[in-house]
């Protein structure tokens, strides 16, 4: 039983998190304000998984891919994890 809530709670945090990431890439083309709730919100919840990649991922030209690569990340993590559950 323990196992199934476990399962289920990984799930929905990469649900979650995929979500934010991309209403994340869906924001930087709208250009809201950055007080705006939505976009707090957003910056929040994905600024911590983007930063340490930007760190070490070059910009190429005005493309950013860390969302890229953070989902990517996230897909293989959940996978690792529902392996070893």
């Given at each position: 039983m323990d196992g199934n809530i476990i399962v289920t709670f990984i799930r929905i945090l990469v649900n979650v998190l995929w979500f934010a990431l991309l209403a994340?890439?869906?924001l930087s083309w709208i250009k809201l304000s950055p007080t705006n709730p939505l976009?707090?919100?957003v910056f929040q919840i994905t600024e911590p998984m983007l930063a340490p990649i930007r760190r070490?991922?070059?910009?190429?030209?005005?493309?950013?891919?860390s969302p890229m690569v953070a989902l990517i990340i996230i897909i293989v993590i959940q996978r690792l994890l529902l392996?070893?559950?």
């Open positions: 994340r890439v869906v976009v707090v919100i070490v991922l070059p910009r190429m030209a005005m493309i950013d891919l392996r070893i559950l």
